[in-house]
């Protein structure tokens, strides 16, 4: 039994999408503690947000990687690929660093609110890096078509999903899929 339903390439698609929205929202819950006096739970809060973020981010990194291994991108867009994966590995351990300095400001630090300005505007750029990863990645789906099956407007059911054809597919699943085309 695979862990990766009939209708996903691989598992990259379906955990991308954890990181930029715990990361974001712990940019999002940084910036109200930063407005806040006194330290607060909410500086805590936003602490686990980049740690599960940073988490998040290293499993879709991975993820990502392996995808591009198994599917062997095409010449004419192998530099987009890699220009992906180059800014995912920045962001990826930007976060992870980042996470670790922060767990030391929340429970062993205490600094003083120059350095959590200074650490919220690292956590700005690592969001950059952020965005110019899913911005790479979007092109690689959105224009280029890699990673994703064609499906008819409209007919997103389980047997039109199966039966489309696959377009760049990537990962075991595109295997899988042409094993068991009748075609």
Known sequence: MSLVPVWAPNLHPLVVHFPIALLFAAAAVDAASLLMQAHTPVRDVA??????????????????????????????????????????????????????LRLAMSYILRPRRALRIGAFAVALVGLGALAQTALHGARLVFEQGFGVRAVAAGQASTETVEKAPARRMVGPSAARLEREDPE
């Open 47 to 100: 602490t686990w947000l980049y740690i599960a973020g940073a988490a998040t981010a290293v499993g879709a990194y991975f993820t990502g990687y392996t995808a591009a291994q198994a599917a062997g991108p095409p010449a004419e867009f192998a530099a987009l690929v890699a220009l992906h994966a180059d800014r995912a590995f920045v962001a990826t351990w930007l976060f992870a660093f980042f996470a670790s």
